[in-house]
């Protein structure tokens, strides 16, 4: 079983959102190198090769997961509903579309 720090948790997720290391640095306030040594440290802790693996082998290990709202059933489902989609759906939504391109990628 994989634990996360909580800082770990944040670097993973924005990983997950598509941010680059200059991205994290400034959302965390930390500098550049600071953030692409923590990222690093994470590929290594997950055994990942790349950003990509990396978010693929936190979500087979549920570590970027989402609980879905209680009236509602996830983002598509607001989006049927022309509703704005809850904060833990859109979440959700990014997550899954990072995979969806992780998984793209390698199978081409």
Do not use: F
């Not at 440290?41 to 936190?58: P, T």
Request: net charge positive; charged share 25%; proline share 1%.
């Amino acid at each position: 079983m994989v634990t996360l720090t909580s800082r770990q948790q944040q670097i993973l997720r924005l990983v997950a959102e598509g941010h680059t290391n200059a991205a994290i640095g400034r959302r965390l306030n930390i500098t550049e190198q600071a953030a692409g040594s923590a990222v690093a440290r994470l590929l290594a802790k997950l055994g990942a090769r790349d950003r990509a693996n990396l978010v693929h082998i936190a979500h087979q290990h549920r570590l970027l997961t989402h609980v879905e709202c209680g009236t509602h059933n996830g983002y598509r489902r607001h989006q049927k509903r022309r509703e704005p989609a809850c904060t833990d759906c859109r979440e959700a939504e990014r997550i899954h579309s990072a995979i969806r391109r992780a998984q793209t990628r390698r199978a081409a």
